[in-house]
């Protein structure tokens, strides 16, 4: 890290990535906050610096402070990659120990407990709160669980066969058995006794909702702009592809539509909203929703709008500002059944193509809700001004620039795109934002020091 990185750093003070220290108080204290930050978003641990951001320099030896930080990091289960550095700043010295955060699957514990940062504190973990923890990582998986009660004679057969006759797979049970497919596919496990998981009722049970009540998506059409007068409703309860099947053919029959007459006197429905982008939302709630909450799916049409909302927010490798980019699947067996029944990619670039398909017909782009238990896709059937992006042509003048610049530099920062362009540091990150979605750009770093360099892997 350079000194001008460090001193914008230490100027925002503290935050969920940033913790300042005047001197090295004690080794519980520094295994906590390096435990919490490594099973959080990664971050800084400043030595020699208020809370207030004065500078005031480390007392004593400074191999022995990096010792010590050593020391508190290698007590941890198992050890964060961290790395220390000391910097001078104003002929004062400071450590400044950069911890990286854990991988997807990794959890790091300190005499047994969990700890994560929330906001500027390290908090530990008890309870319901670890188990969500765990969930969010991913460490524990509703479809990769156990459903103790499910029989083999719960299973409906001919989804099966459809799945394999999807997948070029007809002659399977000439070989084999229901058993062989579904120990194959980590569907079950057996030792003596078959045992049956989670992804295997939700996919391919006769009634699944007898097993998991919150399999269920709750359909309405309101009168007007306001959940009040309620016009028509569905309960659907199904396995995951009768799910989406069901609420997509709901949706569509109570959206309105036009008949366009082509030049070959044929027919053709234009419906209000991009039937391929709500499609898609739809498949995305019921691909990605937390299966461990009770809640159901709720998609609500409005005389303005569509919300489709489901339990669970975004998992916690997926950080917001790369929502839309990468590909995250909470539930990992599902998701890779409805790939190969293709109605998922698994490229992160369901968010890109929403946007498009809803630019194409001139409406503004969806908007996404996070909160700590619901994630939201809401479609306005207002008239939007943003051109579909597809190659580089389409980015703005502004975007252009950028690509430019960092065809000749390694990298950029928000600060800099405002700069070059001459516009307000909120249009620069809007922009550089939406570069991300789209694949031009990709971000270095989680703390507020981040940077933006160009993506190689979008060859357009």
């Not at 029959?253 to 234009?270: C, Q």
């Not at 939007?384 to 597809?390: A, D, V």
Request: glycine content about 6%; charged content about 25%; overall charge positive.
């Amino acid at each position: 890290m350079d000194i001008l990185q460090i001193k914008e750093i230490i100027a925002k003070g503290e935050t969920q990535e940033v913790e300042l220290k005047e001197s090295f108080h004690s080794h519980q204290e520094v295994s906590k906050i390096l435990c919490g930050m490594a099973n959080s978003f990664g971050g800084i641990l400043f030595i020699g610096v208020n809370d207030k951001g004065q500078i005031l320099r480390i007392q004593g030896s400074l191999d022995k402070l990096q010792q010590e930080i050593s020391a508190a990091n290698q007590v941890i289960s198992p050890a964060p990659l961290i790395s220390i550095e000391v910097h001078t700043i104003d002929n004062k010295r400071i450590a400044v120990t950069i911890v990286q955060r854990a991988a997807d699957s990794v959890y790091y514990t300190f005499q047994g407990a969990i700890y994560v940062r929330i906001g500027s504190t390290t908090k530990r973990l008890d309870g319901p709160t670890q188990l969500e923890f765990l969930r969010n990582k991913q460490i524990l998986s509703f479809d990769d669980s156990y459903e103790p009660i499910a029989k083999m004679s719960d299973l409906d057969a001919n989804k099966i066969k459809n799945y394999l006759d999807n997948r070029n797979q007809g002659n399977f049970f000439k070989e084999h058995s229901i058993e062989d497919f579904l120990v194959s596919n980590r569907l079950a496990s057996k030792n003596g006794e078959i045992k049956l998981k989670n992804s295997a009722i939700l996919l391919f049970a006769k009634n699944p909702p007898q097993f998991f009540p919150q399999l269920e998506v709750k359909l309405v059409q309101f009168l007007g702009k306001e959940p009040v007068e309620i016009i028509s409703h569905k309960l659907v309860q199904a396995d995951l592809i009768g799910c989406i099947e069901e609420s997509m053919a709901f949706v569509k029959s109570h959206l309105n539509k036009k008949i366009k007459i082509t030049g070959s006197a044929k027919r053709d429905e234009e419906y209000e909203y991009p039937l391929r982008a709500v499609r898609e939302a739809i498949v995305n709630a019921v691909a990605h929703r937390d299966y461990f909450s009770r809640d159901s799916i709720q998609i609500s049409v409005f005389e303005d709008r569509i919300e489709i909302t489901s339990p669970g927010s975004l998992p916690h490798a997926l950080p917001r500002e790369l929502f839309g980019t990468i590909s995250v699947q909470r539930n990992p067996l599902t998701y890779r059944f409805l790939r190969d029944m293709g109605y998922v990619e698994g490229l992160g670039t369901g968010i890109s193509r929403m946007k498009n398909q809803m630019r194409t017909v001139g409406l503004e782009d969806p908007e996404f809700i996070f909160t700590e238990s619901f994630f939201r896709i809401i479609f306005y059937n207002k008239k939007g001004i943003k051109r579909t992006i597809h190659t580089l042509s389409d980015l703005n003048a502004r975007q252009n620039k950028a690509i430019e610049y960092l065809r000749k530099n390694k990298s950029l920062k928000a600060k800099t795109y405002s700069e070059i362009n001459n516009v307000s540091y909120a249009t620069a990150v809007n922009d550089i934002s939406e570069m991300i979605h789209f694949k031009y750009l990709k971000k270095i770093g989680s703390f507020r020091g981040a940077y933006y360099v160009l993506n190689k892997e979008n060859p357009k």
